[in-house]
Each structure stands twice: as C-alpha cells, then as structure tokens.
C-alpha cells in the first residue's frame, strides 16, 4: 500500500505531531519516542472497513521499524468511540463458508500486532465492541476512558468473533468470565471492566484519556528500550511456550542484556543519583 505523508506538524501536548496518512482511514502519528495508530472513520464509530483492515498493519509495521520510537499506541478519531466493531454497511455478495474462510484468511489484520516488538496500548474510549474489542485484546496493555463500553455481541449476530476474540479473552481474563462474556455478549463498563482485568487502567475523564496515555507511554519509553523489548518477548512467551520452555528464554534474554551498555549506564545512574540515559544496547 501507498503511504502518502503529510509531513505537517502541529502542538500537541507539549510535543510536535508529525502526522502521515496511511490511507482514508489510517493515520499515523509521531510525537518523540511514541507512536499514534488512529482510526479515522469517526462518523462511523471507526467501524473496521477493508482500509482498516490494510492501514492499521502498515501502519504497525512503520512504527515498529522506526527506531525514534519505542511505544505504539492505538486510539479512535471522534467522540463516540475507539471502535464500533465491523461495518455493516459494507456489502458483500453470497458467500460459501469456503469463500468467507478464503477471504478471512487473507485479511488476518488483527494478528499484525502479534508481530510487533514494541509495546503496544489501546486507548479505548466510548463504545469498543466486536472487532473494535477483538483489536484493543490483541494489544499489551489496554488504558480505558470512564465512558469506555466493551462487547463482544457476536453471538446474537448468528455470529461468533472472528478476529481473535474467543482465543485472547480467556488469555486476558480467564476462561470462566470469557466465556461469560461470549455466551452473554454483556456490555461492561469501565470501572466493570477493570475489575475483570481486562483494562488496567482508567483515565481520570474521558477528555484526558488520549493526554494520559500519552503520557503513560512515555514513561514506559523513558526505560531502557532494550530491557522494554526483552520483557515483552519474555511475557508474550508465557502465554505460548511451556514454563520450561519460557524460563530458558527469560534466563537467555537476562543474559543478553546483564553486560549492555544501557545495564551499566542504569547502575551508574543510581550510584550518582541521576536520571539514566539509555541509548538501546
């Protein structure tokens, strides 16, 4: 895909915005060490179209390449929410199961964050249902405005989640309450949905959630970027690997960085009493 850049630059919370546009409904923006994925379609709740489903990947892979930055963050354009789910709007012709199997298979889009190396935060407010909920699941860490709603209403559909929803909500929130949710398609709340864990944090009001997050990730950028890299991998690791298998590589990653630069800048800091300035290796 064609990424056309805008190269404009604006304040934004203290920081220049370099804003580029994926397409109709991707846009990425820089500001220092934290990178923006934003949904664009707000007058459809972001619903997920095909630009969607092209754009957010692209638009990972970018961040994740560029090496000014060392936090992703995913957020939606408008005021009434970080997505709507699928859009139903958007027609297709009779299919078989084997056509929409094809299809679906082609366009796993969600499963781009499953590749990035940097953490990754969903900055959800108003409604995050279906798709929208199945993209803020994939992500590291999920930061919730107070108005934020969360569902999964497939199954009322005739339907069941199709991007990932079944397989990561019991990985985020155990078994026993995905499986509620799914059954039920229950709509939680904020406040409901931290006490589940499926956020972990809520922002102070709706119009500072995008201000908190911003500055949540830069304190996780402010860390050595190296250690923030390792630590992901390690506990992306648990999720997948057996716990032999997974304290080898937290072992072998630990070994990695013990005799680094950034290990040793960090010991110096401390003895000097200083802020430490890590520079990824």
């Given amino acids: 895909m064609q990424q056309h850049d805008t190269r404009a630059s604006e304040p934004h919370g203290g920081a220049d915005v370099l804003s580029s546009v994926v397409n109709d409904a991707v846009t990425i923006e820089r500001e220092d060490s934290v990178g923006w994925v934003v949904l664009t379609r707000p007058a459809q709740i972001n619903a997920i179209n095909d630009d969607i489903r092209s754009g957010v990947p692209v638009a990972l892979r970018e961040l994740d390449a560029d090496p000014a930055i060392r936090v992703i963050a995913i957020r939606g354009a408008g005021q009434r929410g970080f997505c709507a789910g699928a859009d139903i709007k958007e027609r297709r012709g009779a299919e078989t199961a084997i056509e929409v199997r094809s299809r679906m298979q082609g366009a796993r889009w969600i499963e781009a964050i499953d590749t990035v190396r940097k953490p990754v935060i969903a900055a959800v407010h108003g409604y995050c249902m279906g798709g929208g909920l199945e993209l803020a699941l994939a992500c590291d860490i999920r930061y919730a405005a107070p108005d934020a709603v969360f569902s999964l209403p497939e199954t009322a559909l005739g339907l069941i989640p199709g991007g990932g929803g079944t397989q990561r909500l019991a990985r985020v929130v155990g078994p026993g ?88 800048e960090a010991a110096l800091a401390f003895s000097e009493k200083r802020q430490p300035h890590f520079i990824g290796r």
């Fill in 177 to 264: 309450r995905a499986m509620d949710l799914l059954l039920t398609g229950e709509r939680l709340d904020a406040g409901a949905a931290r006490d589940i864990g499926l956020v972990t944090r809520i922002a102070s009001e709706s119009a500072a959630l995008v201000d908190e997050v911003r500055a949540f990730a830069r304190r996780i950028a402010a860390r050595a970027p190296a250690a923030t890299l390792s630590v992901k991998r390690a506990a992306r690791g648990a999720l997948d690997l057996e716990l032999k298998q997974g304290l080898d590589l937290e072992l072998d990653l630990f070994a990695m960085l013990k005799p680094s630069e950034d290990a040793r």
